[in-house]
């Protein structure tokens, strides 16, 4: 997959679809999105005064945002969001559910690629597969970034907005819950968002290996090329030498360079797209919902542990 490939080869498969996450283009998609969080609030809150915020909104709203940009039918979400929770999978059977996951969704979006070939329509994946042809992608190629490009798309997106609002809803600032300031200062819902990449990790385990491709000193130790390291991004939010008061939750904090996004030539191409998404999900939630609140006790709570993406198995909620 894309996040595994290096140098030439990942350079040329994912300008393929570069320009589709582009700052520009992502800016465009913005009143669909709202228009996504309006509809799954309304009927959230036409349910009652109480829901589960991963199902009732973070899935839906992440999923069908990032579906729709690539044309995929919406019947088809339960067996995507199955498929993604394999391929993300952890646990002594991970290594079987993943290798399914891979082979039966390669096989679904090699179906859907094959369509686009032939009939294109005005979804990224019919840019992502004329681009692919024109770039000499082999079908493989495409079918394994179509596939990444859907799955990285909605997981850890779905994942952030229940963490966050986890976050908010249990984390003291100006006298009340940091949730309550951003509904009072809609103005630092942007700020806040950053915090919370900085300080939130997205995943159970804190990176996946690196393999060096030079030597390299860090702190005094030297690892040579072809090592294997696992290097701790999370760890780098709370990093004192770039963070001053690095523990303290702060939706003013300004530079703030966190590695949530990756850097480099890994830096996670949808980055513009999560941004606007996590920006609308708190912007509609803090407006809609002032009075939300955990539906159930903190200790209460259980957190997944079936899949690598860090999240709540459930959130309740109520307002």
Do not use: K
């Not at 729709?68 to 952890?90: E, N, P």
């Not at 963070?243 to 949530?260: I, K, M």
């Amino acid at each position: 997959m894309l996040l595994a490939l290096d140098g030439e080869r990942h350079r040329r498969v994912r300008g393929v679809a570069q320009r589709g996450f582009s700052a520009g283009r992502i800016a465009r998609l913005r009143p669909q999105v709202e228009a996504l969080a309006e509809r799954l609030l309304d009927l959230m809150v036409a349910g009652g005064d109480r829901a589960e915020l991963f199902g009732r909104f973070g899935l839906p709203f992440a999923l069908g945002n990032i579906t729709r940009m690539l044309g995929v039918h919406d019947a088809d979400y339960a067996q995507i969001r199955a498929w993604g929770d394999g391929l993300l999978a952890a646990g002594p059977d991970a290594a079987r559910r993943s290798r399914v996951a891979v082979e039966q969704m390669s096989a679904y979006m090699g179906g859907l690629v094959a369509q686009r070939r032939a009939r294109p329509d005005e979804g990224l994946l019919s840019e992502v597969v004329a681009r692919g042809d024109e770039a000499g992608l082999t079908d493989p190629e495409l079918v394994m970034l179509a596939v990444a490009l859907i799955i990285a798309g909605w997981e850890t997106t779905a994942a952030a907005i229940v963490t966050f609002t986890y976050t908010l809803l249990t984390t003291e600032a100006d006298g009340g819950s940091a949730y309550r300031l951003l509904c009072r200062r809609p103005d630092l819902i942007p700020g806040a968002i950053e915090e919370l990449l900085r300080t939130v990790p997205n995943s159970r385990l804190d990176s996946q290996p690196r393999r060096a491709n030079a030597d390299v000193t860090l702190a005094g130790v030297t690892i040579r090329a072809g090592d294997l390291v696992i290097p701790a991004h999370d760890a780098a939010g709370r990093d004192p030498a770039v963070f001053p008061d690095p523990e303290r939750f702060d939706v003013t904090r300004t530079p703030n360079p966190h590695l949530a996004f990756g850097h480099g030539p890994h830096f996670c191409l949808g980055a513009h797209l999560g941004r606007l998404e996590l920006r609308v999900a708190f912007a509609a939630l803090t407006r809609r919902l002032p009075d939300l609140r955990l539906a159930v006790a903190d200790e209460d709570l259980t957190w997944r542990t079936a899949t690598t993406i860090r999240c709540p198995e459930q959130l309740p909620v109520t307002w």
